[in-house]
């Protein structure tokens, strides 16, 4: 079946106590057991697994093409778990553009957990393969990467990590398993903040991981969720799996709309750079175009000036509105150096786009007549 159909129909199954077509949503926290706590219908406790949670997870699975899902309270709440089944003594291979609590993450917890860390430009497998060391467990990927739309070679990157025995996970957030599927292209794991385009409508909190094959890492990251606690809940399990019904053809007008807005852009005298993979300018154009459908709603700006300018524009937007997180159906603008404080690594001169399902005209006039165009 093609995705489209995949994303209106996994996990869908009509309920069956009632048939009802819209999924239940099963509060229960606990469900009745035997005497010696023996299983009725396959659940215990909310902290282990829950039928809405399992109805997201199955569709989660079968939209990337993986063996089983685990969803998490947040994407950083799945990020910590995969980080947390790393033995101390671990090696782990960063990219340079990574989402910026993950980069917090790997500079202050990973050395407390005993496990090292290298960051590179991924965006050469080149130089992942130099970083490699014998104790390496994991290879860190994110494309197109929050802020700077890096593009990544998933399939590279997994061949190089691969031969030294390094599994690969990819925060897919951005692409959504719509535009791109990286354990079709040699990942081991994806990784999404489904807080993002996964829900889509910026009100549900959720994390995912996406296994490949289901072994002893399914094991013990389900282990690792239940006694850390950081499951995600029915309520929200289920805003998600709503949300992704919709999700084939809300990534369809993104990318429509992301397009037009990086086009009109790249033609503006007040803008130093636009980032966005699917113009030919972009470095990874030719990477995005193997292993993505489009190339979403996501792009980033540099404004010609620095900081006071680019919070300029950011000031003058009337259409967008100025809010972080991302994947919403309404525009947003951010000056990331502002959001992301002490330590940030982009350039004071960018301002994150996140492109809603708004018409393009209107998103792009609202942006020309902000940049003073
Ligand atoms: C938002 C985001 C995360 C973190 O997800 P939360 O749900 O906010 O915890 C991770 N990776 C990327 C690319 C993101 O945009």
């Not at 459908?293 to 996501?298: C, D, I, L, R």
Request: net charge negative; charged share 20%.
């Amino acid at each position: 079946m093609r995705i489209e159909t995949t994303a209106v129909h996994a996990g869908a199954e009509p309920d069956p106590a009632t048939s009802s077509l819209a999924p239940p949503i099963h509060l229960s926290t606990t469900f009745e057991h035997g005497p010696a706590s023996e299983e009725l219908h396959g659940y215990i406790y909310v902290r282990d697994k829950n039928p809405t949670q399992d109805r997201l997870e199955k569709a989660m699975s079968l939209l990337e093409g993986g063996e089983d899902a685990l969803v998490f309270a947040s994407g950083m709440g799945a990020s910590i778990a995969l980080l947390q089944s790393l033995a101390p003594g671990s090696h782990v291979i960063f990219p340079e553009d990574v989402y910026v609590h993950v980069r917090v993450a790997h500079r202050e917890y990973l050395p407390k957990w005993g496990i090292q860390s290298s960051v590179v430009d991924t965006q050469t497998p080149e130089n992942v393969r130099r970083a490699l060391r014998p104790n390496t467990k994991l290879v860190w990927v994110e494309t197109p990467s929050n802020p700077r739309m890096n593009i990544t070679d998933i399939a590279g990157v997994s061949a190089v990590a691969h031969e030294a025995g390094a599994l690969v996970v990819v925060d897919n957030t951005f692409a959504t398993p719509i535009l791109q599927r990286p354990l079709e292209q040699g990942a081991d794991l994806a990784l999404h903040s489904t807080t993002k385009y996964c829900g889509g409508h910026s009100d549900a909190q959720g994390g995912c991981l996406v296994l490949k094959k289901r072994g002893p890492l399914y094991d013990q990251l389900f282990h690792l969720r239940m006694v850390l606690g950081a499951v995600c809940s029915p309520f929200n399990s289920w805003l998600v799996l709503r949300g992704l019904r919709t999700l084939a053809c809300r990534m369809e007008r993104h990318s429509l709309n992301g397009l037009a807005v990086a086009q009109a852009l790249a033609g503006c005298k007040n803008i130093e750079r636009v980032f966005y993979p699917g113009l030919a300018s972009h470095p990874g154009h030719e990477t995005a175009t193997k292993q993505m459908s489009a190339f979403g709603g996501m792009l980033s700006i540099l404004v010609k000036g620095g900081w006071s300018e680019a919070v300029g524009v950011a000031s003058r937007v009337k259409l967008f509105q100025n809010a972080t997180s991302l994947g919403g159906v309404e525009s947003l603008i951010e000056h990331r150096t502002s959001a992301e404080g002490k330590g940030s690594t982009s350039p004071a001169n960018l301002l994150r786009l996140s492109i809603g399902l708004e018409h393009k005209d209107d998103l792009i006039a609202d942006l020309l007549q902000a940049l003073g165009e």
